[in-house]
């Protein structure tokens, strides 16, 4: 802690030894009634009487060795960020940045409470979620190193496991792999994935159905490193036989289920894996796997082989198949109008109109797309849902209270533009003709 005076430091603040005030960052400061508090990443809260003020360095150290008067220190993996007073006399609320809410009682006192933690919850956006086919439980997981299981009608958390990397993804497997309903592969932003198995602790059983709060524990039953990125998405095969991994490594790696999960092989893509999408059961003839890049391409696997498939904008394709339609329909409607005219006057109209009227290019956007998500629909089909791809501009507002929905006036505006355009070129033609007779 530094003590400024005016615009410059007049001393650093110590303790004894020269050890720093906390092991770890201040967070906040709090002065009330003459009595500072400091609130630290290292879980501890000092108080420090109002001689702060009147600190001088007794040498050219520049130094102030001072002992908090009372301190409090949480506990491990707890890191304080800030304080709010509680409606309750002597007593805050403090907030972890691991994602805890603690009630302090600091009085100070022979009948002091202990530390109470009112909430416990993830420290920071969750990155994977699933639920249970066969009871009423969910499983998250975030880049705070945490697994964390809960019971969502009762609105409590059953378990929580830690680990050194940072969950990415979650999947909670299938009642067909694993029949107890209680297994998690878990994968992580070091390449590794995890086989979790929630078990209850008094009978040993994977638990199948609602868990009271406190009798349920995570086990590790395997553990896998196929990847050197962060795993970003795990899915089962529809027949539960085969499981696939994808990463940000550009890699897909296959497992055979069962007690121990058996590596079969991977294959690379372009980029970065996005996400993954087995064929579902109405696709009786194949059993292809969709895999979804970040840069906007699709690879299709079926049994290792694979098909790839690099999507750019269509848009500008079909105007330009439809501008050659409309010339070709022009150049009819001239040879009725004026069947006198020669090839060569019939030529010149032609590439006139090319001149004036240029077909719009193929637009290939740069840098890709990204692509958001995918599934399949009939056999040899799937839906794409691409980001920024095709993107037209802000709806406008709607000034006409008759009007159905948003879609239903974009529609008819851009009606309204075609129709405009088309009479526009009409006149032009008719001009045009009007000259070749005169």
Same mark, same amino acid.
């Given at each position: 802690m530094l003590l400024w005076e005016g615009g410059l430091i007049k001393v650093e603040l110590c303790r004894k030894g020269g050890h720093t005030c906390h092991s770890g960052t201040i967070y906040q400061f709090n002065l009330d009634e003459g009595e500072l508090m400091t609130i630290g990443s290292d879980g501890a809260v000092r108080l420090n009487l109002e001689t702060i003020d009147t600190a001088d360095a007794i040498? +050219?150290?520049?130094?102030f060795e001072i002992e908090p008067m009372n301190q409090i220190i949480i506990g491990r993996n707890v890191s304080l960020y800030s304080m709010v007073k509680s409606a309750i006399p002597e007593t805050s609320i403090w907030f972890d940045s691991n994602g805890y809410i603690w009630k302090l009682d600091l009085s100070f006192s022979n009948i002091t409470q202990n530390p109470e933690c009112l909430f416990? /919850?993830?420290?920071?956006? #969750?990155?994977?979620?699933?639920?249970?086919?066969?009871s009423h439980l969910m499983a998250t997981t975030t880049l705070d190193s945490s697994v964390r299981v809960f019971d969502f009608l009762s609105k409590k958390e059953l378990?929580?496991?830690? /680990?050194?990397?940072? %969950?990415?993804?979650?999947?909670?497997?299938?009642?067909?792999?694993?029949?107890? %309903?209680?297994? =998690?592969?878990?994968? /992580?932003? +070091?390449?590794?994935?995890? =086989?979790? @198995?929630?078990?209850?602790?008094?009978?040993?059983?994977?638990?199948a159905g609602r868990t009271h709060s406190g009798d349920a524990e995570l086990r590790l039953?395997?553990? =896998?490193?196929?990847?050197?990125?962060?795993?970003?998405? #795990?899915?089962f095969e529809r027949t539960r036989k085969i499981m696939a991994t994808g990463s940000a490594d550009s890699t897909v790696f296959f497992f055979r289920v069962g007690e121990r999960y058996r590596p079969i092989g991977f294959v690379t893509v372009p980029c970065p894996v996005q996400g993954l999408e087995w064929s579902p059961q109405s696709h009786v003839r194949e059993n292809t796997l969709l895999i979804f890049c970040q840069n906007g391409d699709v690879v299709e696997v079926q049994y290792l082989p694979t098909m790839h498939f690099c999507f750019s904008s269509i848009k500008s394709q079909i105007k330009?198949?439809?501008?050659?339609? @409309?010339?070709?329909?022009? =150049?009819?409607?001239?040879?009725?109008?004026?069947?006198?005219?020669?090839?060569?006057?019939?030529?010149?109209? @032609?590439?006139? +109109? @090319?001149?004036?009227?240029?077909?719009?290019?193929l637009y290939i956007s740069s840098p890709p797309s990204p692509l958001h998500c995918g599934f399949y629909s009939t056999?040899?089909?799937?839906?794409?849902?691409?980001? %920024?791809?095709?993107m037209e501009k802000a709806a406008q507002d709607i000034e006409d209270p008759s009007a159905y929905? #948003?879609?239903?006036a974009k529609q008819k505006l851009e009606l309204d533009r075609m129709q405009k355009e088309a009479e526009q070129r009409k006149q032009e033609r008719r001009k045009k003709l009007a000259e070749l007779q005169s």
């Open positions: 040498d +050219d150290s520049g130094l416990l /919850f993830h420290a920071g956006a #969750i990155q994977g979620m699933d639920v249970s086919e066969s378990t929580v496991s830690r /680990f050194k990397q940072g %969950g990415t993804t979650l999947t909670w497997a299938s009642d067909m792999v694993n029949t107890a %309903g209680g297994l =998690l592969v878990v994968g /992580f932003d +070091d390449g590794v994935v995890r =086989l979790l @198995e929630l078990y209850n602790t008094q009978s040993l059983h994977p638990v039953r395997q553990a =896998l490193k196929p990847h050197n990125a962060p795993v970003t998405t #795990i899915a330009a198949r439809k501008e050659k339609k @409309e010339r070709k329909k022009r =150049l009819k409607k001239l040879k009725e109008q004026k069947p006198e005219a020669t090839e060569e006057e019939l030529q010149e109209e @032609e590439e006139k +109109d @090319e001149e004036e009227e240029e077909l719009p290019p056999p040899g089909s799937f839906w794409l849902s691409m980001v %920024g791809l095709e929905s #948003i879609e239903t």
